[in-house]
Structures are given as structure tokens and as C-alpha cells.
């Protein structure tokens, strides 16, 4: 496969320096494979940014999310102490917040619990409490903050950058968080929806590696999606595409969140799959009770998720008609009940997508559960170009590393 070359083709510096930013750890032969440029010229580049600090030599096995056993050769990886990024993931009930840094490896990890009918303004506040205790844990100071992303379940309008109204709750609908928190962290903050980070994660480290085209699919309190096309997030002409959970599936169906009728969040979310179970299932108050006793053989619990599969299935096989995915990724809570999920989901997609559509794709479980959208926020970070190399710093202590991405 080649690589698309942009007109204005960076130089090779800055084109080795994006690959390692995207990528995490790679080998000299990596870099000139996926560049499409001779080993002496990797070589000759690599040396002028390791003289520069801006590029580090690892051991064979390499560390973080791009460990890979048995390869010979080292990794190569962007100097750690160059900076560090933050992901926030901002969910119904939760927030968790994530300090990596640019060779892709978590050094903090946060998280705490929300109301559900939290305020909006509230739960900012308290991402950047969680955010000033994480790097205080990592040992990082603000000044190497190269960033930081943060995931929002709800359409967010990429040329205002404000929320639309089938989100979280009624507290953020119009509100512009990337400039919220840019101002209460006093750095440059990316907002976007959770489906797009939980794919751009996925892709990067996790189920979607290798992946041409990704869908992944993101069944939780909400139900939402993200595509990656060719490497890159899909986000269509103003930020919502890949709204999943709101295809119409029955226009007689229940009243939606936004306020439309019958979209398939309104059957297939976890309130949606607790409300189906009701009084007949006095233990299912969370989606982990509803899983548990469902894989647990409770014939009620299995019959509601093997349905919902089913209207996931048909959903995906019009994605797979439309977008012809190679990869459909399931993640979000209701992941966990895979086994139960997925066969009905396989029927209906082998049943109603075109057979060429649905013979190409492999539908998986994702691999990084509950960290995704935390991840994929890095991953947002560290995706994007703009003044990257001014902002990174490789003189500044290096931050101590313990916990890889995977
Ligand atoms: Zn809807």
C-alpha cells in the first residue's frame, strides 16, 4: 500500500518525527518502509534528531503500546521528556483523565465518579482538578503539556465547537468545551466525540491496527460510532458523522434524546436494555448486572442482548453497504457481553449487507475496554500537527515511566 504523499510534502525530519508522534516505536526499517524512502536517508535523519534530543533509542522489545516481541533491530521513539499529552474522557456518570507521554506510554491515570444528571460546568471543573492531580502524579509540569484532548458523548460541531442537543444532558448542549477547559487548564485543548476518539484509540493501539477501513461501534449509556478512513478519522462536513445511535430504525419507536422517534440508541443503549428487562430482572440496575447474569445463563438477560444484537446487525450491514469497512470494531460497556451479542449481530449482517460488503469485513471486540476514549484522546493529540515540533521541548526532566498503554 502507499502512503498518500500530500503536495507540499514535508521534509523527511518532520515526516519521521509525524510517523514516531502517530505511531509510537518503530525500527529504522519500519520508518523507511512506511515512508517509501532508502534506509541511509531513515538513518542520516535519525541521527540529526538524536543530536537534536528529540528522538531516543530503545531496547528490542520496546515499551508502551508498541511493544512487539521477537523483532530484531531497535525502536526508535520520541524522546519521553520531549512532553506529555493529557486525555480526558468525559462520560454519563464518570470522568477519567490520562498523562502520556510522546513515546505512547501512560504515566497517570485518574478517574471519578459523576452524577448522572451532573452540571456541565461541574464536571469541566472537575476534569481539571483530576487533570492537575495526574500530572502531579506523573511528575510533569504544565509548561511540557504539548496538549490535551477530551472525549464528549453528544455531536460536536467542529466549526463552532459547540455540542449539539442529542448529548450527555441538557447542562452542555451549546456549550463550547475545548475553550472551557483551555481556559481552566491554561492549555490548548481538542475536543471531540467519544465515537471518534474510542475508534482513533483502537486504530492506534488497539483492535484496529492495521485496519484500512475501521468502524467501530461504541454501545454504552449512549450509542455512537467512529470511521477511520485510510488512518484518518471521518468526521464529515461540520464534526457528526458516524452518529450510529441515531439512524432511524422504527419511525414509530420511542422519542429520542434528540428528538427524533425510533433511532436505535433508543433500543439498544443500556437504559434502553434495563427498561426492556424492567421488573422481571429486580438485580439489573447496571449493565454489568444485566451482563453478568446473562452470560450467567439468565434466559431474559440473553434474549434482550442477542435482540439487541440483532438490530446492531442490520444497522452495521447498511454501514458496510455505505462505507465497506474491513474491520468493525465493538466496544463500550456492552462489549463485555460479546459472546451473546455477536453471533445474532453476524446473522443480521450476513443476512442484509451486500454479500461482497459483508465477506471483507471481520467484526472484533475491542481491545482497550474502558481507557478507549481516555486513549483516543491522547491519540487526538498526538494525531494533530499544528505547531508541534515549537511546542515540544526536549530539554525538561524526563518523567518516570510505569504503566504501558496496553
Ligand atoms: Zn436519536
New binding site residues.
Given amino acids: 500500500m502507499h502512503r498518500e504523499i500530500p503536495a507540499a510534502r514535508p521534509g523527511n525530519r518532520e515526516r519521521v518525527v509525524e510517523l514516531l508522534r502517530t505511531r509510537g516505536a518503530l525500527s529504522r526499517a519500519d520508518i523507511a518502509r512506511l515512508l517509501d524512502v532508502s534506509r541511509a536517508t531513515v538513518s542520516n535523519v535519525v541521527a540529526v534528531l538524536q543530536a537534536a534530543g528529540l528522538l531516543v533509542e530503545s531496547g528490542s522489545t520496546g515499551s508502551g503500546a508498541q511493544q512487539r516481541r521477537g523483532r530484531p533491530g531497535s525502536l526508535l521513539t520520541l524522546n519521553p521528556s520531549a512532553g506529555a499529552v493529557v486525555g480526558i474522557d468525559f462520560g454519563h456518570t464518570h470522568v477519567r483523565v490520562i498523562v502520556a507521554d510522546l513515546a505512547h506510554t501512560v504515566l497517570a491515570e485518574h478517574v471519578r465518579t459523576l452524577e448522572r444528571d451532573h452540571d456541565a460546568r461541574d464536571a469541566l471543573r472537575m476534569a481539571s482538578v483530576l487533570a492537575r492531580e495526574a500530572l502531579a502524579a506523573a511528575d510533569v509540569a504544565q509548561g511540557k503539556v504539548i496538549g490535551v484532548g477530551a472525549g464528549l458523548p453528544g455531536p460536536i460541531n467542529t466549526r463552532t465547537g459547540a455540542i449539539g442537543s442529542?448529548s450527555i444532558g441538557p447542562s452542555w448542549v451549546g456549550l463550547r468545551p475545548a475553550d472551557e477547559l483551555g481556559t481552566l487548564l491554561g492549555l490548548p485543548v481538542i475536543v471531540d466525540n467519544v465515537g471518534n476518539l474510542g475508534a482513533l484509540a483502537e486504530v492506534t493501539w488497539g483492535a484496529g491496527r492495521g485496519a484500512q477501513v475501521a468502524v467501530y461501534i461504541k454501545l454504552d449509556a449512549g450509542v455512537g460510532a467512529g470511521f477511520v478512513l485510510g488512518g484518518r478519522l471521518y468526521r464529515g462536513a461540520c464534526g457528526t458523522a458516524a452518529?450510529f445511535?441515531?439512524m432511524?430504525i422504527d419511525p414509530a419507536g420511542p422519542i429520542?434524546?434528540?428528538?427524533?422517534r425510533g433511532?436505535?440508541?433508543?433500543f439498544v443503549s443500556v437504559p434502553a436494555l434495563l427498561d426492556q428487562l424492567g421488573s422481571r430482572h429486580d438485580g439489573a440496575r447496571t449493565a454489568q448486572d444485566m451482563v453478568r447474569s446473562a452470560l450467567d445463563g439468565d434466559r431474559a438477560g440473553v434474549r434482550v442482548l442477542a435482540d439487541a444484537g440483532q438490530r446492531i446487525g442490520a444497522a452495521v450491514a447498511i454501514i458496510c453497504n455505505l462505507v465497506n469497512p474491513d474491520r468493525v470494531i465493538i466496544g463500550g460497556e456492552l462489549s463485555a457481553a460479546y459472546d451473546i451479542l455477536v453471533p445474532s449481530l453476524r446473522t443480521a449482517l450476513e443476512r442484509d449487507a451486500l454479500p461482497f460488503a459483508s465477506a471483507q469485513v471481520t467484526v472484533c471486540r475491542g481491545q482497550l475496554g474502558d481507557r478507549a476514549v481516555a486513549l483516543g484522546s491522547v491519540a487526538a493529540v498526538l494525531h494533530s500537527t499544528s505547531g508541534f515540533l515549537r511546542r515540544s521541548r526536549p530539554d525538561g526532566p524526563g518523567a518516570e515511566q510505569n504503566a504501558a498503554m496496553r
Avoid: A, V, Y
Fill in positions: 442529542s452518529e445511535g441515531h432511524t429520542c434524546r434528540c428528538g427524533n433511532c436505535l440508541e433508543t
